[in-house]
């Protein structure tokens, strides 16, 4: 499972890494990212896929 964020679809609302902050962090161009080496497996993933409002999360 490899969680992805769609930078084109990313608005940088913030909301991933608020659900999910061991996963997901805002870069410096202020869109969400997949923080590397975390541990994608963490149920709060699937709550952040759930929850953005644009669906730029995937796994």
Do not use: N, R, W
């Not at 061991?22 to 759930?50: T, W």
Request: aromatic share 4%; hydrophobic share 35%.
């Amino acid at each position: 499972m490899a969680v992805k964020v769609d930078q084109d679809l990313c608005t940088g609302c913030g909301l991933c890494p608020q659900v999910c902050p061991e996963v997901f962090e805002m870069g410096d161009d202020g869109y969400a990212h997949v923080i590397k080496g975390a541990k994608q497996s963490l149920s709060c993933v699937d709550e952040a896929v759930d929850q953005c409002p644009v669906g730029a999360i995937t796994k």
